[in-house]
């Protein structure tokens, strides 16, 4: 609403971007554990375009049924598409509209010593373990594009049970998929061994429009591929 304010032709793509002109200049993402949501995303006012286009690698799998030609040209900028606004202009016009659209009569300022506790978690989430993850180097990896999103499993199997799993990817997540991981560890790597461990889930409860059906095609899959490397050794 604020772009349009600023006469901008803004819309939005998909689950969670914001186009101008069929570029990108805006993306969410979600995250639900312990029952608090974590929400953010972004708007791209200002940037040098040739930089952030030489460090994206798209994958192939994500632009599946669209006619994307290539993913440098899905990226613009808030600025290219406004008349001399800078950038401190246009987050105290952003801070006003939503004050004014929310109705916001008090605004909490973040004391010291809040800021203070935060800082002591920055190595944490600097780490790459934090932001990358375990080491996958023993996992089987699948990763599957459906109509509900991308998804990327890791799996690690012995002896014909799930071990560990590992579920990303872009999509809508409503509750926490470690509690859907959690259910599969332990389970035999079958059909009717995954579909017996989650014989009490409700997956749409999980992940928005994943049916039942295509999660365990997409598990199942990972032993196809298992099978398939297998033979070409």
């Known amino acids: 609403m604020y772009l349009k304010s600023l006469g901008l032709d803004a819309t939005f793509s998909g689950r969670n971007d914001i186009l101008i002109d069929g570029k990108k200049i805006s993306g969410n993402a979600q995250?639900?554990?312990?029952?608090?949501?974590?929400?953010?995303?972004?708007?791209l006012?200002?940037?040098?375009?040739?930089?952030?286009?030489?460090?994206?690698?798209?994958?192939?799998i994500k632009f599946q049924k669209k006619a994307v030609k290539s993913h440098v040209s899905r990226?613009?900028?808030i600025k290219e598409y406004l008349n001399g606004i800078s950038i401190d202009e246009f987050m105290e016009g952003l801070s006003s509209y939503i004050i004014d659209y929310y109705k916001i009569d008090k605004i909490i300022e973040v004391d010291d010593e809040i800021?203070?506790?935060?800082?002591k978690y920055l190595d944490r989430f600097r780490s790459d373990e934090w932001n990358f993850g375990k080491d996958f180097k023993k996992y089987i990896?699948?990763?599957?594009?459906?109509?509900?999103?991308?998804?990327?499993?890791?799996?690690?199997?012995?002896?014909?049970?799930?071990?560990?799993i590992r579920i990303f990817g872009d999509f809508f997540e409503i509750?926490?998929?470690?509690?859907?991981?959690?259910?599969?560890?332990?389970?035999?790597?079958?059909?009717?061994g995954i579909e017996y461990a989650l014989k009490d889930i409700d997956i749409e409860k999980f992940i928005?429009?994943?049916?039942?059906?295509?999660?365990?095609?997409?598990l199942l899959r990972i032993g196809e591929k298992i099978e398939k490397e297998t033979r070409m050794d």
């Open 31 to 43: 995250y639900k554990i312990n029952g608090a949501t974590l929400h953010h995303g972004t708007l």
């Open 45 to 60: 006012f200002d940037v040098d375009l040739e930089s952030i286009k030489a460090s994206m690698v798209s994958r192939p």
């Open 75 to 77: 990226i613009g900028t």
């Open 115 to 119: 800021i203070e506790k935060a800082s």
């Open 141 to 164: 990896s699948y990763s599957n594009k459906r109509d509900s999103g991308l998804y990327d499993y890791k799996l690690l199997l012995k002896d014909g049970k799930i071990m560990d």
């Open 175 to 192: 509750q926490d998929v470690s509690e859907l991981e959690k259910k599969l560890i332990g389970s035999d790597y079958s059909k009717e």
């Open 208 to 218: 928005v429009g994943l049916k039942m059906e295509d999660f365990v095609e997409d």
